[in-house]
Each structure stands twice: as structure tokens, then as C-alpha cells.
């Protein structure tokens, strides 16, 4: 089963991997950090090799979003959003692996999931069983 | 893979053979899968413009040799490997086995490699596509709609593992075979059903994997015709294949079972799945997929679905709840005995599957539910099932599906 999933981050500075600009990461101690930054790397290197790692992509920085709308036939293009929400959407993966208990176990293992969240949704697939 | 060529069909059915003769002589399990690749490749290129080669065997070998050869050389600490492979590198009588000396058992052996305990079942998948099936990594890749790097991961770390495993080219010592065997079958019928529920236009491509496994699970039965679960799941995936032209709508919709246009149901399998499950049914040991088939030829066997012997289902969905339960068998034995006697017996069925964890928030249970319900006249509840369930479906067909069920039923305004 193909997953999504949406890594949130709340950085003081928008820059890839998210959680290493978190104030909550910050504030912890050395030793924790870089246990967390293992992490990581361990898990970024265990869902390649497993083939489970579909693709995945770091988004810029919110500042640079616009957004689009078409009304009565004209689009109108601004900047932003900006949001009220600190939580902004950072990055995403596509995993292909066996249920949303394993989706799920990935997605918690995200330093992100820890000092933010990490969305979980599956994706639609176009082959479908007799009912 | 739909080419279906004669010397692809060929290269196919040679393809197992030869990683046998080469990991038999030379071990090295990981590239010689490679140096196969490698060596069908260069002959579905040759042979076309060249001629099929005498022995077309012989010939993939020694070109296979040859390339794993170059590969070991080129590997770091390759000077005593290739050294070892040069004092092993056969001679032309061993290179040209003679017909007698074919061993079906190395395909067997090859398959049970492919499927070795300590493979994830994704890699089993991937990797018996591949070495025994002949598939490219891209070609596999596209049939399960995954970037082509991916599914190479999955090879090249199943092939890994199946190395650390210390797996040697062997059939497994008896008390192990059967269970090896098991995990044979389960892979090849997740490869059937991978196909089977694609359905159309752009999943063309992964419906020629209902036609691969077949054709692996045909080999296999040719292999071993005593094993009754062997025939059972051969039979079990001829008799739903043949269902294939009636289950969607021209415009890929999914047709359910008692709504099939049972004209357009294909004979020559539907014929050949009847015929093999009865022979097997009548002399060997009984198990799950003979169980399935047997339920899937009684179907078969009606002309219309007002005509199914449903008592029949019924006796042989309680058999197989004997003998592999679980949520699954449930659902589709609720369905059976709702046919006998009367959706209410059937919703009794279910009640115990809401304090299942596995089939809870599962959008089947809704949707089964929803259908007895329709059955006994509560449609407002059911309309509501069949949405619940086209809420929890992750498949775009079957939530079209539930969706047109609750559209006919329509609620109070």
C-alpha cells in the first residue's frame, strides 16, 4: 500500500532537515541531538534499502508560496498563505510498504513527528476488488 | 511483457534453468542473477535477427558464464573469485546438458530460494519475478506502479539477504519442504492478485501478472502433480481469471459477482479450473486453495447467479473456516449463509468482526454489512454502510462502487 506522508515542522529558520532548526530539538542536550539526527539518517537509509521509499521532496520556504484562484473565469494570484498555524507543511514522502501499522511505525520515527507531526494518508489506488 | 513473442516466451521459460546451472557450478547467487539478465537480454536482441541458437540453453549459459565472469573480475577482491570461476567454467559437455539430464527440480529449487523465510514479502515478490520469471527490474517496476530504483532496491536487497541467509542451491531437507512450499504459493497468488485487481486501461500492464502466475503456479503443478494445494491454487486462479472479461464495465467499473454477465466469462479456463479441481478434490489431501477453487466452481458452474447451489457454498466456507480462519473467510461465509438462510442469519455472522481489530474500521465489513441489510429491506442503514465503506476504501474503483449502491438506495429527504 502506497502512503503519503506530510512532515510538519515549526522551525525558528527554514532550512532542511526541519526538526535541526526546531526550538524544541534545540533546547535539548548534545548527546540527545545527535541520537536524534542518527535517527534520521538510520531511518532515511533503512526505507531506501528496503525499496519501501517511493520518492520524497523538501518544500522551500513558505515565504515563497502562492497561491492561486480562479474566479468567474480570471485567476487571481497571491502571496502566501501566511498562515496563523507555526506548523508549516515541510516536506513529503511516498512510501510503498505493507499496511498503516508500518506507515504509521515510519512516520513516528521522524524527529519531525516528535516536535511537530507527521501526516499520515493513503493513497489511492486504481485497481479494486470484486464486492 | 505483453510482447509475448515467441522467443520472449522462450527466454521465459528458459530464464529459471539457466541461473540454476549457473549458481549450481559457480555459487555466487547475487550476480549470477545479474549475468542471467544480462545474457537474455543480449538474446532477445541476437535471436530475432540471428536465429534461435541449436541449443538455446547452452547458449545462455555460456554467455551468462562469460558475464559473470567479467562481473566477478570487475568486483574489488575479485583476483582468487575469478581464478576459482575460471577452474569451474565448465566444458562444452556440461555446458549442452542433454535433454534427460534437464532437472525440473532446479525451477522448484530456484523458486523456494526466491521465497526464503528471511525475505519481507514485497521481495519475495519482486525477486521471483525476476529470477524466475525473467522480468526486467523496469518491467516489474511498472506492473506495481513503483519508480524503477525502488523495486531495483527490493531485488537487490532480497538478493542480499537471501546470501547473508547462507541459503545453499538445494532443495530444503524434507520436514522443511512443505512449509517452504506454502510461502511458494502464498507469493505467486499475491502476484495473481496484484493483477487480477488492476482493471483496466492504464493497468494493462499489471494485469499480465495474473497471466505470469499462472504461468509459474502451471509450472510448479507440472513439477510436483501430486500436491494437491499446487493444483488447488492453479485451478483457484483459472477459475476467477476466467470471471476477468465480465467483473468491469466498459468503463472500468467493477461488476460484482451476481451482476456478471456470465456469457463473457472465459470458457477455456473456466472449463480447465472445473476439470482440475474435481480430479484433485477426489484424491488428494485437502486444504485452503482447493477449498477456494472448489467454492469458485460452484459458481462456475451456475449458468445464472440465481442458479448457485448456495447450500454448497455454504458447507464449503465453513470447511475452509476449519481449516485457515479468519476475518476475511467470515465476511464472505456471512454472504453464503445470508443466501440460505435469509440476511439476518448473515448479519449475526458478522456481529463478531466489530471486535476485531483487523476488520473494525475495514471499509469490507461496512460494505457486506451494507449488502444484507439491503437484503432484509433496512435501506436507509444500508445506504449508510455502503457510504461508510466508500469513506474507507483507498480504491478508487470499489468507492465508485459502494457509491452507485447507496445512490440506489436513496434515503428519506
Known sequence: ????????????????????????????????????????????????????????????????????RVREGSAAVTDGPFGESKEQLAGYFVVDCDGPERAAEIAGRFPDARFAAVEVRPIMDTAGREM | MSTGTGTEDLLRRLAPRVLAALVRRHGHFESAEDAVQEALLAAATRWPEDGVPDRPDAWLIRVASRRLADLLRSEEAG?????????????????????????????????????????????????????????TTAEIARAFLVPEATMAQRI??????VRASGARFNLPPEPERAERLR??????????????????????????LTREAI???????????????????????????????????????????????????????????????????????????????????????????????????????????????????????????AMVDGPHAGLALLEPLDADDRMAGHHRLHAVRAHLLEMAGEREAARDGYLTAA???TSLPEQRYLRERAARLPGTP
Open chain 2, 79 to 135: 583476483r582468487r573469485r575469478e581464478e576459482r570461476v575460471a577452474a569451474t567454467t565448465p566444458r562444452d559437455e556440461l555446458l549442452a546438458p542433454a535433454a534427460d539430464e534437464d532437472r525440473g527440480d532446479d525451477t522448484l529449487t530456484l523458486l523456494l530460494l526466491c521465497c526464503h523465510p528471511s525475505l519481507t514479502p514485497p521481495s519475495r515478490i519482486a525477486l521471483t519475478l525476476r529470477a524466475v520469471g525473467g522480468l
Open chain 1, 1 to 68: 500500500m502506497k502512503f503519503l506522508l506530510l512532515i510538519y515542522g515549526n522551525p525558528e529558520n527554514w532550512e532542511h532537515p526541519m526538526f535541526l532548526r526546531d526550538p524544541g530539538y534545540l533546547a535539548l542536550p548534545e548527546a540527545e541531538r545527535r541520537e536524534l539526527a542518527a535517527q534520521a539518517d538510520a531511518l532515511f537509509e533503512e526505507i531506501r534499502e528496503s525499496g519501501e521509499f517511493v520518492s520524497g521532496t523538501a518544500l522551500a520556504d513558505p515565504v515563497t508560496t502562492r497561491t492561486v
Open chain 2, 391 to 393: 469513506r474507507l476504501t
Open chain 2, 215 to 337: 504461468r509459474l503456479t502451471r509450472t510448479v503443478h507440472d513439477l510436483l502433480p501430486a500436491d494437491g494445494e499446487v493444483a488447488g491454487l492453479l485451478a483457484l486462479m483459472l477459475l476467477t481469471e476466467a470471471r476477468g472479461p465480465a467483473r468491469t464495465g466498459p468503463d472500468g467499473s467493477l461488476v460484482p459477482l451476481a451482476e456478471q454477465d456470465r456469457s463473457r466469462w472465459s470458457r477455456r479456463p473456466l472449463e480447465e479450473g472445473v476439470a482440475l479441481i474435481t480430479r484433485t478434490l477426489a484424491r488428494a489431501r485437502l486444504g485452503p486453495y482447493q477449498v477456494q477453487a472448489a467454492i469458485a466452481a460452484v459458481h462456475a458452474e451456475a449458468a445464472h447467479a440465481g442458479g448457485t447451489d448456495w447450500r454448497q457454498v455454504v458447507a464449503l466456507y465453513r470447511l475452509l473456516d476449519d481449516l485457515e480462519p479468519g476475518p476475511v473467510v467470515t465476511l464472505n461465509h456471512a454472504v453464503a449463509v
Open chain 2, 183 to 208: 510461502s511458494v504459493l502464498h507469493v505467486l497468488y499475491l502476484i495473481f492478485n496484484e493483477g487480477y485487481t488492476a482493471t483496466s486501461g492504464a493497468d494493462l500492464r499489471r494485469g499480465d
Open chain 2, 156 to 161: 537487490s536487497r532480497a538478493k542480499r539477504r
